[in-house]
């Protein structure tokens, strides 16, 4: 776990929300899936499109947060066709979150 790229990626209120609602998926986004092929065990992420209608900003800047985010380690992506879901990377989060805990 990179803690200093985990914190330059967080000190950005658009990427901040973006963690925010991917940790409720279902409260923040539409129903996702679409184009999810039968039997597909990928469940749970958002894809690109989604994200960048509400976060209400272009879609190159979305895939450059997304892409900042998932190099830290706080995403996980799955390219599915020719969409991408993405969803939170649950245990570098935990692992974040017990670091700032016994350091901070």
């Known amino acids: 776990m990179n803690t200093l790229e985990i914190y330059?990626?967080?000190a950005n209120e658009i990427r901040l929300n973006i963690m925010e609602?991917?940790?409720?998926?279902?409260?923040?986004f539409p129903p996702q899936g679409l184009h999810l092929p039968?039997?597909?065990?990928?469940t749970g992420?958002?894809?690109?499109?989604?994200?960048?209608e509400k976060a209400g900003i272009s879609q190159s800047t979305v895939s450059h947060?997304?892409?900042?985010?998932?190099?830290?380690?706080?995403?996980?992506?799955?390219?599915?066709?020719?969409w991408t879901y993405?969803?939170?990377n649950e245990e570098?989060?935990?692992e974040f979150g017990e670091y700032v805990k016994s350091n901070l």
């Not at 609602?21 to 923040?28: F, G, Q």
């Not at 892409?67 to 995403?75: K, T, V």
């Open 65 to 82: 947060y997304l892409d900042i985010l998932q190099r830290a380690g706080l995403l996980k992506a799955a390219r599915i066709g020719k």
């Open 86 to 88: 993405y969803q939170r």
């Open 92 to 94: 570098t989060i935990r």
């Open 45 to 52: 992420g958002v894809c690109v499109g989604s994200i960048q």
């Open 8 to 10: 330059k990626a967080l």
């Open 38 to 42: 039968d039997g597909s065990t990928w």
């Open 21 to 28: 609602w991917l940790k409720e998926p279902e409260k923040h």
